[in-house]
């Protein structure tokens, strides 16, 4: 299983509500990621996690608050979030973050905020 | 500062043509260098991942290069078919350590045409 899975494909939200995104490996990976993409950009690195623990916060609003609950899991919490925030959220693992390693990308959560 | 620079931005051709995509890097200590395909809306795909004393590296019809002196590298697509369109995204890691080593360069938006 080389997959990575996220949920939900789209998202369209309030500036006031609360949702999450989900992010899903088995393939044993102790890094995961997450990146956001605008159209016609390159991914923008938001936060890592290795073995459970953050590693990296690319210095990220705090209306996004991201959570590890197991090697397999990882989790965006999203709230008050702005209209700029829309985007392709993308998440991503690797086998460690030292090294010769391949990321492997989910296929991404499409985010719009009204 | 770390950059990868790509090109063409974009290009199109016709379906069964072959094509070479470009990326320049200043990215510094190099550890690898890799592509990715992304479809639409999707995440990235790993084709080829070299590091420094890789010259050539082929996945089916992709065929990457890369010249670690002049710190530049290609993408060569035999025989193009329809869905290979989508952009390619160049990717090089630095061996400096940390998550955040990986450049993103703004990728060549690739359009097969019948």
């Known amino acids: 299983d080389t997959e990575v899975t996220q949920t939900p494909k789209h998202l369209v939200m309030g500036m006031t509500n609360k949702k999450s995104l989900k992010c899903e490996q088995h393939?044993?990976?102790?890094?995961m990621y997450w990146y956001k993409q605008k159209a016609k950009k390159p991914p923008e690195l938001m936060f890592v996690?290795?073995?459970?623990?953050?590693?990296i916060n690319e210095s990220v609003p705090s209306r996004f608050s991201p959570e590890c609950p197991n090697s397999s899991l990882l989790n965006l919490h999203l709230h008050a979030l702005q209209p700029e925030d829309s985007a392709l959220y993308l998440c991503?693992?690797?086998?460690?973050?030292?090294?010769?390693?391949?990321?492997?990308f989910g296929p991404g959560t499409r985010l719009t905020v009204l | 500062k770390n950059q990868v620079e790509q090109s063409p931005q974009s290009l199109i051709i016709l379906e069964g043509k072959n094509c070479t995509l470009q990326?320049?890097?200043?990215?510094?200590?190099?550890?690898?260098l890799r592509w990715y395909k992304q479809d639409t809306g999707r995440g990235p795909v790993s084709l080829t991942i070299?590091?420094?004393?890789?010259n050539t590296k082929s996945n089916g019809r992709y065929t990457a290069t890369l010249d670690a002196d002049t710190k530049q590298s290609s993408l060569h697509i035999t025989a193009s078919q329809l869905s290979d369109s989508a952009s390619y995204i160049c990717?090089?890691?630095?061996?400096?350590?940390?998550?955040?080593?990986?450049?993103f360069g703004k990728g060549t938006h690739l359009i097969i045409q019948p």
């Open positions: 990717v090089v890691r630095d061996s400096g350590g940390g998550a955040d080593g990986l450049t």
């Open positions: 070299m590091t420094f004393s890789e």
């Open positions: 991503a693992s690797s086998q460690d973050l030292a090294g010769v390693d391949t990321q492997y």
């Open positions: 990326c320049n890097y200043t990215v510094s200590p190099f550890s690898n």
């Open positions: 996690y290795s073995y459970e623990k953050l590693s």
């Open positions: 393939m044993g990976h102790r890094a």
